[in-house]
Every structure is written in C-alpha cells, then in structure tokens.
C-alpha cells in the first residue's frame, strides 16, 4: 500500500508562486510516475504535469513555462512549483502515483488564487 500526503496549498494573488510537496511512503517500488492533477469547481479532474518512470516531464499547456514537476528520489517526495499563478488556476490540486498497475491518490489540497 502506498500513502500520498499533499502539502503547500494555500491563497495568493495572481502573479504569485506556491510550491506544493507530495510525500509518498509504504511499498514503493524503485520505478514509478508521478503526477499532479487538479480539479476546478464543476469541472473534471485534469492532469497539469506528470513525471514517468524514465523521468521524462510532461506539462498541460495552460502551465507550461510557469509550473515545474520535480521529484526527490531519496525522500520520495514529488513538487510542483507554481509561478505567474493566474485566478483560473485555481482548484484543489492532487498528487498521483502509478506502479505495478495501480493508481494511488493523494487527499488534494487547495489553491486560490485571487485576482
């Protein structure tokens, strides 16, 4: 079993930077991807950017050149930075983890940002 813990959430003006941290524990093998994803208020869950298990990075193309994914190997934790935060970034944000198979989710955390 793999648990996802999200961290780093919160609210700031548009043109802000956030960064959020997924930590991951339990049974986790030593290839996996990672993700984030985000869900706006009546809208579907949507991927923002993924890292796969040869670390190659893959953006939305609302975020690109404004987010970056990394990941921290030795600590099994995974980041999105956020910069230029726009008012339609906002959402609850989530972090996801795929390994033999399954799929694991993290609780979400939210960011708004005002205009």
């Known amino acids: 079993q793999v648990q996802l813990v999200e961290s780093g959430g919160g609210s700031v003006q548009a043109g802000g930077s956030l960064r959020l941290s997924c930590a991951a524990s339990g049974s986790i093998s030593t290839f996996y991807a990672v993700g984030w994803y985000r869900q706006a208020p009546g809208k579907q869950r949507e991927s923002v950017a993924t890292?796969?298990?040869?670390?190659?990075?893959n953006y939305a193309d609302s975020v690109k050149g404004r987010f970056t994914i990394s990941r921290d190997y030795a600590k099994n934790t995974v980041y999105l930075q956020m910069n230029s935060l726009k008012p339609e970034d906002t959402a609850v944000y989530y972090c996801?983890?795929?390994?033999?198979?399954?799929?694991?989710w993290g609780q979400g955390t939210q960011v708004t940002v005002s205009a």
């Open positions: 996801n983890l795929r390994q033999r198979g399954f799929s694991y």
């Open positions: 890292i796969s298990s040869s670390d190659n990075t």
